[in-house]
């Protein structure tokens, strides 16, 4: 069996689309795949920020057409990137076991987020609401381009620390060269609530491909797919996008479903946050409800003002 796997070419990515290769190989011992790298709108338009031209679906499209177009039998995405309205002849037939959530900061350390006018790279209203509600004085200075470009602003001089996903960074090894030098700071899901589905691959085919479908099945994580769900729900209940701060984190506490969201302003300082539990197969359900529980509670005017 052949499989061509379309993937965005940036090195992180090639990681990821490489890794579901590798765990095709297990279930399918001789499956013969081929990588289609492609670029993205996303990955060209560097000068702006993605509240500016269209959000996190300008990294999708394209791999989407292709698969659409049969180009190619899957695409592989980082979850977070993935809009929640999805084309309806696709499918997330798989959502990978989901790698660390957590956010990192580099080139510093969290006292000196305490320094006033500290330069923090990001180009995500989620990090830099949430940031700035804990320590004010510092400079939020948006920066785009992959994880290697974003960390050589600090080389440059133009930022004194970035905030980047530790999945991202983990899978391409370059979190311990910052640790050895004592330059970074690992935020917990209560310092900084991570992106929806942030660290979880999500794979996608298309609707009429049983035999694809059923293949990535067994490379589905129901425990993932479960938390996926609700942070998902969430977003879309909230209409959130790359435009507003909106964060959200599912976990299991004592057998049950947790998500702890937030909701924001991309001006204004108001964070709105929400917390429910539910059981795992009410994940859809317990984001609609941590959802409608923010916007009733000032979430509304909010997004009314944008």
Same mark, same amino acid.
């Given at each position: 069996?052949?499989?061509?796997?379309?993937?965005?070419?940036?090195?992180?990515? /090639?990681?990821?689309?490489?890794?579901?290769?590798?765990?095709?190989?297990?279930?399918?011992?001789?499956?013969?795949?081929?990588? /289609?790298?492609?670029?993205?709108?996303?990955?060209?338009?560097?000068?702006?920020?993605?509240?500016?031209?269209?959000? &996190?679906?300008?990294? /999708?499209?394209?791999?989407?057409?292709?698969?659409?177009?049969?180009?190619?039998?899957?695409?592989?995405?980082?979850?977070?990137?993935?809009?929640?309205?999805?084309?309806?002849?696709?499918?997330?037939?798989?959502?990978?076991?989901?790698?660390?959530?957590?956010?990192?900061?580099?080139?510093?350390?969290?006292?000196?987020?305490?320094?006033?006018?500290?330069?923090?790279?990001?180009?995500?209203?989620?990090?830099?609401?949430?940031?700035?509600?804990?320590?004010?004085?510092?400079?939020?200075?948006?920066?785009?381009?992959?994880?290697?470009?974003?960390?050589?602003?600090?080389?440059?001089?133009?930022?004194?620390?970035?905030?980047?996903?530790?999945?991202?960074?983990?899978?391409?090894?370059?979190?311990?060269?910052?640790?050895? &030098?004592?330059?970074?700071?690992?935020?917990?899901?209560?310092?900084?609530?991570?992106?929806?589905?942030?660290?979880?691959?999500?794979?996608?085919?298309?609707?009429?491909?049983?035999?694809?479908?059923?293949?990535? =099945?067994?490379?589905?994580?129901?425990?993932?797919?479960?938390?996926?769900?609700?942070?998902?729900?969430?977003?879309?209940?909230?209409?959130?996008?790359?435009?507003?701060?909106?964060?959200?984190?599912?976990?299991?506490?004592?057998?049950?479903?947790?998500?702890?969201?937030?909701?924001?302003?991309?001006?204004?300082?108001?964070?709105?946050?929400?917390?429910?539990?539910?059981? &795992?197969?009410?994940?859809?359900?317990?984001?609609?409800?941590?959802?409608?529980?923010?916007? =009733?509670?000032?979430?509304?005017?909010?997004?009314?003002?944008?």
């Amino acid at each position: 069996m052949n499989i061509r796997i379309g993937t965005r070419a940036s090195r992180l990515a /090639v990681w990821q689309a490489e890794h579901v290769a590798s765990a095709l190989r297990t279930v399918l011992p001789t499956v013969d795949i081929e990588l /289609v790298k492609m670029t993205t709108r996303g990955d060209k338009i560097l000068d702006r920020t993605l509240s500016k031209v269209g959000g &996190k679906g300008l990294f /999708v499209q394209e791999l989407e057409d292709a698969l659409l177009e049969k180009q190619v039998d899957l695409i592989v995405h980082s979850a977070k990137d993935l809009p929640t309205e999805r084309p309806d002849a696709l499918r997330v037939a798989a959502f990978m076991k989901r790698a660390d959530p957590r956010d990192v900061l580099l080139g510093l350390s969290v006292a000196d987020l305490n320094t006033p006018g500290i330069r923090v790279g990001t180009s995500s209203l989620r990090r830099a609401s949430q940031l700035k509600k804990q320590y004010p004085h510092i400079e939020i200075v948006s920066i785009r381009g992959n994880v290697e470009t974003r960390i050589g602003k600090i080389q440059e001089d133009i930022v004194d620390g970035v905030v980047l996903a530790k999945a991202g960074l983990d899978r391409l090894a370059l979190l311990q060269q910052w640790i050895d &030098k004592a330059k970074y700071h690992i935020f917990s899901p209560e310092e900084l609530l991570p992106a929806v589905a942030q660290g979880i691959l999500a794979i996608e085919c298309r609707c009429d491909e049983r035999e694809v479908a059923d293949i990535l =099945g067994q490379l589905d994580h129901a425990e993932t797919r479960y938390i996926a769900l609700a942070e998902r729900s969430f977003l879309r209940a909230v209409e959130g996008s790359c435009q507003i701060p909106v964060a959200g984190f599912a976990q299991y506490v004592d057998g049950r479903l947790t998500l702890k969201a937030c909701l924001g302003h991309p001006e204004r300082s108001t964070l709105i946050t929400g917390e429910a539990d539910d059981v &795992k197969t009410h994940a859809e359900r317990l984001g609609i409800q941590v959802a409608t529980d923010i916007l =009733g509670r000032g979430g509304r005017e909010l997004l009314d003002t944008l």
